[in-house]
């Protein structure tokens, strides 16, 4: 089995991510901030709720900033941990990791925020994933953009998944949003 490491900033609902992996399997987990130990992780998941520039000003200070997009095996950014890996946030006027094109939007009127409950990810045409329902929970998106793995429609389309290379995220928490969140999960430990 793979080791996985969660990254810890204090900004992350680490404890049902924990449950989640071990639901898909995963024993070896470790949450931490040290670069050494992300560094030696087989996979890595880069979880997130809360504020963007909050969440950026504390990966600043361990200087995960500068390691995360250095990382060259596997990474899920999870929620605002896939907003913070694009380019720029409205949410606090802060600048991303840069990993992905797409800006970070808020929602606006007349939509309820946040952007919550289930919703219907469709995937592009080249992905293997049929559309399922996820758990969102979420004021800001990520735009459509040329990393667009999936889409979710709220008031008009958003990034539901974004990937490039290593690295992968998805606005919704799919610790929490049943089998298609545990098997979203598994593919990406697999």
């Given at each position: 089995?793979?080791?996985v490491?969660?990254?810890?900033?204090?900004?992350?609902?680490?404890?049902?991510?924990?449950?989640?992996?071990?639901?898909?399997?995963?024993?070896?987990?470790?949450?931490?901030?040290?670069?050494?130990?992300?560094?030696?992780?087989?996979?890595?998941?880069?979880?997130?709720?809360?504020?963007?520039?909050?969440?950026?000003?504390?990966?600043?200070?361990?200087?995960l900033?500068?390691?995360?997009?250095?990382?060259?095996?596997?990474?899920?950014?999870?929620?605002?941990?896939?907003?913070?890996?694009?380019?720029?946030?409205?949410?606090?006027?802060?600048?991303?990791?840069?990993?992905?094109?797409?800006?970070?939007?808020?929602?606006?009127?007349?939509?309820?925020?946040?952007?919550m409950?289930?919703?219907?990810?469709?995937?592009?045409?080249?992905?293997?994933?049929?559309?399922?329902?996820?758990y969102?929970?979420?004021?800001?998106?990520a735009?459509?953009?040329?990393?667009?793995?999936?889409?979710?429609?709220?008031g008009?389309?958003?990034?539901?998944?974004?990937?490039?290379?290593?690295?992968?995220?998805?606005?919704?928490?799919?610790?929490?949003?049943?089998?298609?969140?545990?098997?979203?999960?598994?593919?990406?430990?697999?």
């Open positions: 089995m793979s080791r490491a969660i990254i810890d900033y204090g900004a992350g609902n680490l404890t049902s991510l924990r449950y989640a992996l071990h639901r898909c399997g995963i024993s070896d987990v470790v949450v931490t901030s040290k670069e050494k130990l992300i560094r030696s992780a087989d996979r890595i998941i880069f979880p997130g709720v809360g504020h963007a520039r909050y969440a950026m000003d504390r990966l600043t200070e361990t200087g900033h500068k390691v995360i997009p250095e990382l060259d095996q596997p990474v899920l950014g999870i929620c605002l941990g896939m907003q913070l890996m694009c380019r720029y946030s409205e949410e606090g006027q802060v600048e991303g990791l840069g990993i992905f094109s797409a800006e970070v939007k808020r929602f606006g009127q007349p939509l309820k925020v946040p952007h409950g289930w919703n219907l990810v469709k995937y592009t045409e080249n992905q293997t994933y049929i559309p399922e329902y996820y969102f929970v979420h004021g800001y998106y735009e459509v953009c040329r990393e667009t793995v999936a889409t979710c429609d709220y008009h389309l958003f990034s539901a998944v974004l990937g490039r290379d290593n690295f992968l995220g998805c606005q919704f928490h799919p610790e929490k949003s049943g089998p298609a969140g545990e098997f979203f999960l598994k593919r990406f430990l697999s």
